[in-house]
């Protein structure tokens, strides 16, 4: 083998992809430095089917012989995010990132499958994003969940997962049977400021259907605005059908781009 495979290999790639991505959109894409982290599959994603979904897949049901969990995080650009945060509706660029970035993560999902495959370790992956039941608006294979678990971030009161970069971006994970052991990013109980305690609740204000409560999240109301959207805005309508967005609860907030808490 050319390269010893190691978490920081993994991690190198995945930044290298992502960059090589962003020079061919020949306007430096909408996208910062991927965040990378791994876990042994142990007792923790037990807790998947209580704290996701009742029905949530193990990881080894994705892949029988699993013994690493990998979730990977692309944050957005500032520039995209402070479009976002005028008006109460999404922005044409917020709507074009949210597919290109979903496109970019199954190509990365592949190629690191293959870059695993390479080195002798089978792999498994999911989509991006729509593989959830549209009546009870959970995933069977939550990214944000898995992120939790494996250390990448921490849920804030709108429900995203706050990284060291911040919540502004796009989630991907893969199973895999190589050994990569434990590699957090953070290891704090909570990222978010109004969970620790702090003065905050911004995004709870810049919900524009009222969605989010201090202990309760309205799925199907921010639903119906995410598919208001796709079919009413007019800068919408040649993009996919699954184009469902508004990222007014992220943008320009304390943890948009960094652990606010850790500061």
Known sequence: MAQELTVQTLKGFCERFVEVEAERSGDGGWWRAPLFATAPVDGRFGALRRIAA?????????????????VFFIPFREGLVRENSEGDRPCRNWGLAYVQTNELIGRLSRALSELLREHGFASALTPATHNFDEERLVARWSHKHLGYLVGLGRFGVHSMLITPSGCCGRLGS????????????????????FKAGEECGRCMGACPVEALRENDFDRRRCWERLKENRNTLEHFFDLPETTHVCGKCVALMPCSFRNPVRE
């Open 54 to 70: 009742r029905d949530h897949f193990h990881p080894r049901e994705l892949l029988p012989t699993a013994r690493s969990v990998v």
């Open 174 to 193: 893969l199973v895999t049977e190589a050994d990569l052991g434990d590699h957090p990013l953070i290891e704090a109980d909570e990222a978010c400021l």
